[in-house]
């Protein structure tokens, strides 16, 4: 079944081999060099340069509309036939956000409360960044519901880096 892949900028190598991953999602800040992975081809790889910030920072990128419409739009497009891995600097803000806004993107479907819930569990670290989530809301059109979901499931633990999870979304159609 087809998964979003959430890790850390160290751990981008090992985790797109080991789940054979054709798309890749970076969000961090625009200074730091990425490189693509190998099997990544460019048009795959959605390059998100934002500081990892919930409100305005002077010399920082903050999250903004623009980045969630692209990331919403690289989303739908990803054919789901390999996964997809979505990192920043530490899998744990930025990325978990993404995945949580890219996988109620592609699926409708999904509760928000019980998608949450399950990157929780999956991930006791995940602390998704809320200004992306509250864009991802609003873009999505969920009135609310995405943002309740990560309240609910509150701060992870403290960590330096995350533990590598996946959320399963399904094959298109």
Do not use: K, Y
Not at 81 to 104: K, L
Request: glycine share 8%; proline share 7%; charged share 20%.
């Amino acid at each position: 079944m087809p998964e979003i892949h959430v890790c850390s900028l160290a751990r981008l190598p090992q985790v797109t081999t080991a789940c054979g991953a054709s798309h890749v999602v970076t969000l961090i800040n625009a200074e730091t060099p990425v490189p693509r992975p190998e099997s990544v081809v460019e048009g795959n790889h959605l390059f998100l340069g934002m500081n990892d910030i919930v409100s305005a920072l002077e010399g920082q990128v903050m999250p903004g509309e623009a980045h969630v419409r692209d990331l919403v739009e690289f989303a739908r497009r990803w054919d789901r036939e390999r996964p997809c891995v979505v990192h920043c600097w530490a899998g744990i803000s930025r990325s978990t956000a993404a995945a949580f806004i890219m996988a109620c993107a592609i699926r409708p479907d999904f509760d928000e409360a019980e998608l949450a819930r399950d990157i929780r569990f999956n991930s006791p670290t995940a602390t998704p960044n809320r200004r992306l989530v509250e864009l991802g809301d609003q873009t999505l059109g969920r009135n609310g519901r995405m943002v309740a979901a990560v309240e609910a499931i509150g701060r992870g633990a403290f960590a330096h880096e995350g533990i590598p999870f996946s959320i399963p979304v399904g094959r298109r159609g």
